[in-house]
């Protein structure tokens, strides 16, 4: 059974009559009839009463049309769907860290609008490691995170360096400086994040850390701000944060005070990320990429 089979059942089953039915077809009478037969022996039953100068449909026959008629409808409304479906907007599942400022992300949006309007910018929010491995796994397609990234089947692009700063209290004999050095903080005890978030930057901070003098670090087994912010406030420690994240600010509005590190050799940048092989693909995220390199030029944003 076939679809040419079926438009011919209908059409002799509307017309009522071999050669009419033919002539609507654009076919002959004879190959006509012949696929009836085939597909009435197929069926096991009679579809048609022929009689001399006339045609009638059999009681099975009349059942079988309305099914007909649905299976036709249905097949003829296929291209209809692909249309939709070519016209639907694209989708770029895109993600971010929370722990960042948002212009970044709010930089890649903006441009996505621009040069590629329409598409669909659902954004999941997780730390930079999260992020990692949801681009790994193929179920995002961009994120904004913290650089750098060591596996190679992903591509990344710095858009922004953050500035640091030493978190202390109000009362820390340091909190009257304009600026600390590494060499300043080499005595004293400097609290970490859980490395977790981005096994790779946090590990390059404490190695930088160490490599300047700073030998008593500690590292928290959480991200808590907070508590970070109470163990500085408790233990007389001290604490990096870039003042243009939410922990900076959290710092600034809690008390403690924030003296801005000098510090060339530390970098510390933000950036998007992606699946190496889907720019050559072309389509909305190379449009994007080939946007923020001609946007960055050869400075980063400062935060």
């Known amino acids: 059974m076939d679809i040419q089979q079926l438009r011919y059942f209908v059409a002799v089953a509307e017309e009522l009559h071999f050669g009419r039915a033919a002539e609507r077809l654009h076919v002959t009478s004879s190959p006509l009839s012949r696929r009836i037969r085939e597909l009435e022996k197929e069926l096991g039953a009679d579809l048609f009463d022929r009689r001399y100068h006339q045609v009638e449909l059999t009681p099975f026959g009349r059942t079988f049309l309305g099914p007909v008629r649905d299976v036709l409808?249905?097949?003829?409304?296929?291209?209809?769907?692909?249309?939709?479906?070519?016209?639907?907007?694209?989708?770029?599942?895109?993600?971010?860290?929370?722990?960042?400022?948002?212009?970044?992300?709010?930089?890649?949006?903006?441009?996505?609008?621009?040069?590629?309007?329409?598409?669909?910018?659902?954004?999941?929010?997780?730390?930079?490691?999260?992020?990692?491995?949801?681009l790994a796994a193929r179920k995002l397609d961009l994120a904004v995170v913290h650089l750098p990234v060591d596996d190679p089947g992903?591509?990344?692009?710095?858009?922004?360096?953050?500035?640091?700063?030493?978190?202390?209290?109000?009362?820390?004999?340091?909190?009257?400086?304009?600026?600390?050095?590494?060499?300043?903080?080499?005595?004293?005890?400097?609290?970490?994040?859980?490395h977790k978030v981005h096994p790779l930057?946090?590990?390059?901070?404490r190695d930088h850390l160490r490599e300047g003098g700073v030998t008593r670090i500690r590292e928290l087994p959480h991200s808590d701000v907070v508590q970070v912010a109470a163990h500085i406030t408790h233990s007389r420690a001290l604490s990096l944060t870039t003042p243009s994240t939410i922990s900076g600010r959290i710092f600034g509005e809690i008390g403690l005070v924030l003296v801005p590190l000098h510090d060339p050799e530390l970098h510390f940048r933000l950036g998007v990320v992606w699946p190496t092989r889907d720019e050559a693909k072309g389509g909305p995220i190379a449009e994007v990429l080939g946007a923020l390199r001609e946007r960055r030029g050869d400075s980063l944003i400062i935060l």
């Not at 599942?93 to 040069?115: I, M, N, S, W």
């Open 73 to 134: 409808a249905r097949f003829d409304a296929l291209p209809e769907l692909a249309a939709g479906a070519a016209a639907a907007p694209a989708v770029v599942r895109v993600g971010a860290t929370p722990l960042a400022p948002t212009q970044v992300l709010d930089l890649v949006l903006e441009t996505f609008e621009k040069v590629s309007p329409g598409v669909e910018l659902p954004v999941t929010l997780e730390p930079s490691a999260g992020l990692l491995g949801l």
């Open 201 to 205: 930057v946090m590990n390059g901070l």
């Open 154 to 194: 992903l591509a990344s692009l710095a858009l922004a360096e953050y500035r640091f700063a030493v978190a202390m209290r109000a009362d820390d004999p340091l909190a009257g400086r304009s600026e600390l050095t590494i060499a300043d903080l080499a005595d004293r005890e400097m609290l970490l994040t859980s």
